[in-house]
């Protein structure tokens, strides 16, 4: 028998068993978890440094390997120092004892820790983006005019694969997002602190070295990527609003690093509205310019003497759009929390003296982080829902609301409500809107979601683009489909006059050269427009829905004078235009929402001449006439003075 069973099984064939690959890994390193101020000071040193864990911007992931700077797929780090003529060697994160070691260990003084830190804070913004949005991030390309005297004679797109990011580039206060340069500058500079501060007088402080600096700076960038026309004050909360959404994730990201969570909570018992280490941005930054506190803190949030409406001052007015945002998130939080702070205390809700139990500190960090996370990604999901120009903070917290309903059909812990009632303390409502519900601030979706001209432009969109991991090849094809669309839409405006007004452009809007003057004139019922951008989205909802979705933004622009006669003597683009959020699901073709910008609007008209000449909002007049132009037409550095102003702003 045994015999048998041998010759049976010596009979069977050898199966080979398949061995799985492994998971994509990460790269881990070491970083400030805020900046060097806390290591200063023995209450705070165990929260002084964390490790962050970014993407494998590396093969085989990527088609290029990672290469010492770090220069990877994303970002390149360029450490040159104009003010003490040095360049600095290139850190190589891929060199066996780093990466053993999760990178350089936090240094002040090490130029390679600061490229470590710059790089590795950039990487995770960049994730938290692209998580939010549920696609691969582009950086704002240069362009080109054709210059071929035909339809086609429009800007030419080129791609900016690299973000450059220069750790010490400037021997001053001030750290900066270059549209110009496509490019982060990080400033270095004496303190200016009291003897009583945790940044000792005179000694270096670096911007790169400040997580919130470089969180907001590559916030900066990354919404020029979606949003180019942003950067053009055409109203005033155009130049608040790219402040305060990038004060808004570098604060929300302090929420990422679960120890420094952890010990603020313990801390402060669970009160987020108490000062401290979550509520403020670059604490050590604002030591250094004299400030004596962090550069803004929004812990303690107090609408008394903040009306919205009446604050220009652009970081001032940005901040009351991060206090509206921070305070629903609290009360976010609050709400989630409430039953663990019932058991805890047999229901009196009334927390006792002395120190909170480690159990109840690590449950109120985890639904603490969780809350900010889910915050941070409704913000910014809701950049595909903002008109492609002149956004105001009403139309923002309108593309909240919708975009969240759209992931979240049952509003369980009321995130809704809370942004509705935080924005409504702070005086931020959008002007049409009689009442305050989730049915009236939603954006509207059109009478016809299926008009015929939507079926014969849509084939002209290549939908692969999400299939190709190469960020290069991606580029492309969204090149190639906006102007596949845009000739697709030319044809049905030709075929259709109507469809300008449907879309909220003009008829009749001649081609201009840069400096305002008609290049060549439409004869009428033609128009020139734009197609910005088109760009997709696939999602997956918490009840496991799968969503992909095709925006489609369309600009259109005028030569309007000052003094309403000749361009010659000074003029300002006048820009309308609207965003499209498609369902391409075949068959199902559909226009969801249509975001519009009209043309006809003599209130933003009014508005936008007000900020051009100066008389709504006169420091912002550079960002019309001050300055080197580019190509467009758009001034080259529009955030190098805006940021420089928000030192005499100081603390929010």
């Known amino acids: 028998m045994a015999n048998a069973t041998s010759a049976d099984a010596a009979a069977k064939p050898s199966i080979k068993r398949k061995v799985k690959k492994p998971p ?34 590396d093969q085989p992931l990527t088609k290029d390997a990672l290469r010492p700077g770090p220069v990877g797929e994303y970002l390149e780090v360029v450490d040159i120092d104009p003010a003490s003529n040095k360049i600095y060697d290139p850190v190589d994160l891929n060199d066996l004892k780093l990466m053993a070691q999760d990178g350089w260990p936090p240094s002040e003084g090490n130029p390679q820790f600061h490229q470590q830190m ?23 390309p240069r362009f080109a005019s054709t210059g071929d005297g035909t339809d086609a004679d429009k800007m030419k797109a080129y791609e900016v694969r690299r973000l450059r990011l220069y750790p010490h580039a400037l021997r001053t206060d001030n750290a900066y997002y270059s549209p110009d340069k496509k490019a982060l500058l990080f400033g270095y500079f004496p303190s200016a602190s009291s003897s009583s501060d945790a940044t000792a007088p005179g000694t270096m402080v670096f911007s790169c070295v400040s997580s919130d600096i470089i969180a907001h700076e590559m916030t900066h960038a990354l919404l020029d990527g979606l949003h180019r026309r942003f950067e053009e004050a055409s109203n005033l909360d155009v130049p608040a609003f790219h402040e305060g959404f990038a004060d808004t994730v570098a604060l929300f990201q302090h929420f990422t690093i679960t120890e420094l969570v952890r010990f603020e909570i313990a801390r402060v018992r669970g009160d987020l509205s108490a000062e401290g280490l979550l509520g403020g941005l670059a604490k050590q930054f604002g030591e250094g310019i004299g400030s004596r506190a962090p550069l803004r803190d929004y812990a303690k949030a107090s609408n008394e003497g903040s009306r919205y409406p009446e604050v220009t001052e652009p970081h001032a007015r940005g901040s009351i759009l991060v206090y509206a945002v921070y305070d629903a998130f609290r009360k976010i939080v609050a709400r989630r929390t409430a039953d663990l702070i019932r058991i805890a205390t047999g229901g009196s809700g009334v927390l006792p003296g002395g120190a909170l139990h480690p159990d109840l500190v690590n449950r109120l960090t985890a639904e603490t982080c969780k809350t900010a996370k889910h915050a941070l990604q409704i913000c910014i999901r809701a950049l595909d829902y903002c ?72 084939p002209s969109i290549d939908v692969r683009w999400n299939r190709n991991p190469d960020r290069s090849a991606i580029f492309k094809l969204q090149d190639d489909n906006r102007w596949k669309l845009w000739r697709a839409l030319n044809q049905q405006f030709r075929e259709h006059p109507s469809l300008y007004a449907e879309l909220g452009l003009d008829i009749g809007v001649p081609l201009y050269h840069a400096d305002g003057t008609i290049k060549q004139a439409r004869p009428a019922p033609q128009s020139t427009f734009e197609v910005h951008s088109v760009r997709p989205a696939r999602r997956i909802t918490p009840d496991g829905e799968y969503r992909s979705e095709i925006v489609v933004t369309i600009a259109q622009r ?19 235009g609207a965003t499209l959020i498609i369902d391409p699901t075949d068959g ?65």
């Not at 970083?31 to 964390?50: E, I, Q, R, W, Y």
């Not at 923002?396 to 759209?406: E, F």
């Not at 003075?641 to 005499?648: G, I, M, P, Q």
Request: charge should be negative; include cysteine.
């Open 558 to 576: 005028r030569a309007v004078p000052i003094d309403g006669n000749d361009v010659k003597n000074g003029f300002f683009w006048f820009r309308c």
């Open 588 to 652: 199902e073709e559909s226009i969801r929402y249509l975001i519009i910008k009209s043309s006809e609007s003599e209130t933003r008209l009014a508005v936008q001449k007000e900020m051009a000449t100066g008389t709504l909002l006169s420091p912002l007049r550079a960002l019309y006439f001050g300055g080197r132009t580019k190509v467009d037409g758009t001034v080259a550095e529009p955030f190098a003075s805006l940021h420089a102003s928000a030192l005499e702003y100081g603390n929010g």
């Open 24 to 57: 994509a890994p990460s790269r881990r390193l070491r970083v400030f978890a805020l900046d060097p101020s806390l290591g200063k000071s023995l209450d705070s040193l165990s929260v002084n440094d964390t490790t962050l864990v970014v993407p494998w911007d």
């Open 387 to 458: 008109p492609p120009v002149d956004i105001t903070f009403g139309e923002y917290l309108r593309a909240l609301i919708t975009a969240d309903i759209d992931m979240v059909a049952n509003d369980h812990y009321g995130y809704r409500v809370a942004f509705m009632e935080s924005f409504r303390k702070w005086g931020i409502l959008p002007p049409d809107v009689r009442t305050i519900s989730e049915e009236t601030l939603s954006w509207n979706t059109p009478a016809d979601q299926k008009p015929a001209w939507l079926r014969d432009v849509l």
């Open 118 to 140: 710059v790089y590795a804070v950039a990487m995770t913004t960049i994730l938290h983006f692209e998580q939010a949005l549920g696609r691969k991030m582009l950086w704002s």
